[in-house]
């Protein structure tokens, strides 16, 4: 028997999200999430006269692919997927591996090896498709959250079916902030970092490309970094858990790197040269995620907090950093995770986690919440 829920995401995703429009194709690439959710995603494809080209994993299946990957497997499962992503118009992916490390035993150098070739394929889903990317609820992730597994379950349905609309309308005036600054200035426990976003544009992110939804991101100029930066969130990357990331900017580059595992972090910022540049500046502010679960999708949407990426820009809002590597990283500034500020020329725009000017008080979580 259907859960109505699924359906309700399903008819989000495909007419909200991605926009399809009839004739229009979507690619939707599912992995280990239940043959229901998949079922649905059709029907709502099928209903405004959309054609569904589906593709379902395995975690294992994957690991198992990627452990004995070389260039000539990589590049042939690039030609492939790219040819494909090239024949539709949007792109959903639900991801619901039970185990977020499964790739851990990756040899890293064969995984950055395939993430380099891989790339074009990614370049070309964010920049010309219709997108939308999400996880599926899972009792690890449950288990992340400090919730029990239904209690999670009814939570990631809330906020993955939250009327985005009437919050892309609230972050106009953000937006336009974000536009017109110049110089950012964050300061934060083990944090005191300045960049300039002068001339860049800002992308507002309401349930159009991630779900859970919530952020507005900008990009800095690439040599205009300067300073540290301490996040106080755990990250995992390609299967390897992170905390107590710590990252020193000279002239847009990082210059110094540590966390838990300040070896295999590095090994990572070497991928190539754009790894130790940022791509991306972002602020979180969807008032139903509060905390973090080790799950990026969730967490760079966090209420009061920012991310700072390492690795390629997106073209949307572009810097020229060019990398293998986009990763994520999160600052929650919250006054129970020890407060922060974000200043744009001068001006503080947000204290502890809470927007001040009076135009950007609607984001603010009690208020948000009530949209």
Not at 97 to 109: G, Q
Not at 164 to 189: C, E, F, I, N, S
Not at 249 to 269: H, W, Y
Request: hydrophobic share 35%; with cysteine; aromatic share 8%.
């Amino acid at each position: 028997m259907s859960d109505p829920r699924y359906d309700k995401l399903a008819k989000s995703l495909v007419e909200y999200s991605c926009e399809l429009k009839k004739g229009e194709a979507v690619f939707i690439d599912v992995a280990d999430i239940p043959d229901r959710m998949t079922i649905a995603l059709i029907r709502a494809t099928r209903k405004v006269g959309g054609i569904p080209l589906v593709e379902t994993r395995q975690s294992r299946v994957v690991r198992e692919s990627l452990r004995g990957s070389n260039d000539a497997h990589a590049k042939m499962v690039k030609d492939v997927e790219l040819y494909r992503m090239k024949k539709v118009q949007a792109y959903i992916a639900i991801r619901g591996a039970e185990n977020t490390s499964e790739l851990s035993d990756v040899p890293p150098k064969v995984m950055q090896a395939y993430s380099k070739t891989m790339r074009p394929l990614l370049n070309y889903r964010v920049n010309q498709t219709r997108w939308v990317v999400l996880r599926w609820p899972t009792p690890s992730m449950a288990q992340a959250a400090n919730m029990s597994t239904e209690a999670f379950e009814d939570f990631y349905f809330d906020v993955c079916t939250f009327n985005y609309g009437r919050m892309a309308k609230a972050m106009k005036p953000l937006v336009k902030r974000m536009t017109q600054a110049k110089d950012v200035h964050l300061k934060a426990p083990g944090t005191d970092l300045r960049f300039s976003i002068k001339g860049m544009p800002a992308i507002p992110c309401a349930g159009d490309r991630n779900i859970p939804d919530g952020e507005v991101f900008s990009c800095p100029i690439k040599n205009s970094v300067n300073g540290t930066l301490q996040y106080n969130t755990p990250t995992l990357y390609a299967g390897t858990k992170f905390e107590n990331v710590k990252l020193e900017f000279k002239d847009g580059k990082i210059i110094k790197a540590t966390s838990n595992n300040t070896k295999r972090l590095n090994e990572i910022l070497d991928t190539d040269p754009g790894a130790r540049y940022i791509g991306e500046f972002s602020l979180g502010l969807n008032p139903f995620v509060m905390n973090p679960m080790c799950d990026i999708l969730f967490d760079e949407k966090i209420a009061g907090s920012l991310h700072f990426t390492p690795g390629q820009a997106y073209e949307d809002c572009d810097n020229g950093n060019r990398s293998a590597v986009h990763w994520d990283m999160v600052l929650i500034q919250r006054k129970e995770w020890g407060g922060g500020e974000v200043w744009f020329d001068g001006e503080l725009i947000r204290n502890n986690g809470l927007f001040l000017p009076k135009d950007l008080l609607p984001l603010n979580p009690k208020n948000l919440k009530k949209v």
